[in-house]
């Protein structure tokens, strides 16, 4: 029925040019340099109000009584120069539309996920030849939605960050009608986007120090393109899913993941665990780096000692006789 409107409203939109439209979308940030002083300090701050005004609860409760209100989360859709657009693209968001393969996908995560500026988003990574269609989900998360796409080059991952999730709907309660805070709508959106921007910086970090983990291939705004670790059948298991051969020699080969990176990239990944790494092919592949920071960072060190515990806890459930103290001698020596 939904698409049955949105194909009325498209026959209804006229064949305007729209291209006006990627123009005013402006061009992605200089991605290989590391962030500005500007854009550090902007982002810290933007933490930090977030953190100060995330109320777990109370944002859940938020966007559930909103999924189920919400009745018609397309009416920027009418607007000609959008309904052309998803013209144009709609066949190749099938599989995240639950029409064809998938039918199993549940509209009302396509509706959290795809607003307007992510749709834009797509539609520009799209146009740039980072993407062919989007195929269908292969994860879900606070933060994000993962799928898979296929693009000219073969087959990618992408991850989309909400914009308008549950961290937003709790934020904007406090934020909306109060005068000191003009504008951060707009700024929320842009914390997103420098979320996103971290997590594209560090990988790149990371793989030039010959790190292992997925190749960023493009990004724009909320949208972070991505190789796809996984084979037909369905993205590689996360290490916590799977019994590994040999785990003493994983256990090695992550531990120096951590040195390397530590030492050489000289950035922490802070989320270390085994649900962020992605077991392929017999090896395993790091991934989820959004929350990583440099060494300077003042919880740097804090952060590495989870990170090596986690690994620690993983071997010695393995029945790896593994210590902490040998562990971190082991990442900081060099
Ligand atoms: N490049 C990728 N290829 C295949 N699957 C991926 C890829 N990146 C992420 N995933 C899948 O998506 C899930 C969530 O991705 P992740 O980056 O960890 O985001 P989150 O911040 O939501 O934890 C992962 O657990 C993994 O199963
Ligand atoms: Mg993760």
Partial sequence: ????RRRKARREGE?????????????????????TEAELAREAEYAELAEEMWDEDESKQSLHSDMDQQTDNWTWMKEKKFSRMFKEIEHRLEGVLGVGKFEW???R??????????????????????????????????????????????????????????????????????????????????????????EHRNMMRMAKHGLQLP??????????VMDYIGTDEGPSPRLRDVDVPDPQSVYNELLDWLRICWNDAELVHADFSEYNVL?????????????????????????????????VEWAKRQGIEAELADAMAHVLEG
């Fill in 105 to 107: 996908v549940d509209r």
């Fill in 15 to 35: 064949s305007r040019e729209w291209t006006d439209i990627s123009e005013s979308m402006g061009e992605a940030a200089n991605l290989e340099s590391d962030p």
């Fill in 215 to 224: 190749t960023p291939h493009a990004l724009f705004r909320n949208v972070l």
């Fill in 279 to 311: 077991w392929h092919h017999g090896e395993p592949r790091v991934i989820d780096v959004g929350q990583s920071v440099t060494k300077q960072h003042p919880h740097a060190d804090e952060f590495l000692v989870r990170d090596v515990t986690r690994l």
């Fill in 1 to 4: 029925m939904e698409i049955a």
């Fill in 109 to 198: 995560v396509f509706d959290q996920v795809f607003d307007q500026r992510t749709l834009l988003a797509v539609y520009k990574l799209m146009q740039q030849g980072h993407i062919e269609t989007l195929d269908w989900p292969i994860a879900r998360g606070k933060e994000a939605h993962v799928f898979h796409a296929t693009t000219p080059n073969g087959e990618a991952a992408v991850k989309i960050f909400h914009t308008s999730n549950a961290v937003f709907k709790g934020l904007m309660q406090y934020i909306e009608g109060d005068p000191r805070f003009g504008g951060l709508r707009r700024r929320h959106h842009e914390l997103v986007n420098i979320w996103v921007r971290k």
